[in-house]
């Protein structure tokens, strides 16, 4: 595996090694001791799965303390732009977002942490996109911002009116009114 620093260096791209022959190909799509020397020390609690078709987007989601997340997300069929935006109040990198194109050929996962908030966008057909979580969801914790924040500006790079949004998405607070993070330790352990 190769864990790859963004912009922001709390996110991490994880590239997995692939072995490919004439019946299909294997690969390690998670092991904890490699992530745990990489990025942190980590207790993933459950995994979820969507599938979704081109042109749905979905976000920006989080959850806040004490049901905080942070989520090792991939996509298992088709492609995705993946984007994590820096919700931390005082974070040198507050407001910034990162965005990776994941995708079942390039195989690639992306780490994002506690403070973060998460959406993607389907490039292709259909996608199904997986991802683990180290808290458990908790809805009257669970949050959103606009994708579209004009603050924020993500370059989502998809004609808007094709974009296919939920009702809640679509209510969803910009920035500077939505419960955000301290930028403190999120985990609860020092470093």
């Known amino acids: 595996m190769r864990f790859i620093q963004t912009a922001i260096p709390e996110v991490v791209i994880i590239e997995q ?25 980590m207790d993933f609690v459950q995994d979820n799965e969507s599938k979704s078709t081109r042109g749905v987007l979905r976000g920006l989601h989080y959850q806040l303390p004490p049901f905080a997340q942070s989520k090792l997300v991939r996509v298992i069929k088709g492609k995705v732009l993946d984007v994590a935006v820096d919700i931390r109040k005082g974070s040198p990198t507050f407001g910034n977002y990162v965005a990776v194109e994941l995708s079942e050929e390039n195989k690639r996962q992306l780490f994002i942490p506690r403070g973060f908030a998460h959406g993607f966008l389907v490039l292709s057909n ?37 974009i296919i949004i939920s009702q809640k998405d679509t209510n969803a607070p910009y920035l500077v009114d939505a419960e955000l993070f301290e930028y403190t330790d999120l985990y609860g352990d020092a470093e």
Do not use: C, H
């Not at 090694?17 to 020390?41: C, P, Q």
């Open 17 to 41: 090694k692939v072995f490919t022959d004439e019946r299909g190909y294997f690969m390690e799509s998670f092991r904890k001791d490699l992530f745990e020397e990489n990025i942190r020390k």
């Open 126 to 162: 259909e996608a199904i996109f997986t991802y683990k979580v180290d808290n458990y969801y908790a809805p009257e914790y669970d949050r959103n911002i606009r994708y579209d924040d004009p603050i924020i500006g993500i370059e989502w790079n998809f004609p808007k009116d094709q």
